[in-house]
Nanobody, 120 residues
């Protein structure tokens, strides 16, 4: 089983930046992504990256402000978050899928989540 551990969350003022890191326990070339869940809301897709970093997808609400990247040599994936707004407040989860097209609906592995809070 692949373990995913997120880090980098915290409290930031609106307009600030954070970089979330997801570390995998083993070397992996899975497509990976980030999801988030705010209190009282369903978990939603945020961003995805394919196994070699050549394809990216973002939810419309974050595109232009958030960038996903990965470093396969270090078994890590990143989520660079800029121009943060209070609506970005949520628990952010790292996920890995068995195929890029199945990542959104049925990720194979999940991290424990890291809290991001954006104050106004």
């Amino acid at each position: 089983q692949v373990q995913l551990v997120e880090s980098g969350g915290g409290l930031v003022q609106a307009g600030g930046s954070l970089r979330l890191t997801c570390a995998a326990s083993v070397r992996t070339f899975y497509p990976m992504g980030w999801f988030r869940q705010a209190p009282g809301k369903e978990r939603e897709f945020v961003a995805a990256i394919n196994s070699v970093g050549g394809r990216f997808d973002y939810v419309d609400s974050v595109e232009g402000r958030i960038t996903i990247s990965r470093d396969n040599a270090r078994n890590t994936v990143y989520l660079q978050m800029n121009s943060l707004i209070p609506e970005d407040t949520a628990v952010y989860y790292c996920a890995a899928g068995l195929a890029y097209t199945s990542l959104l609906n049925k990720p194979a592995y999940w991290g424990q989540g890291t809290q991001v809070t954006v104050s106004s």
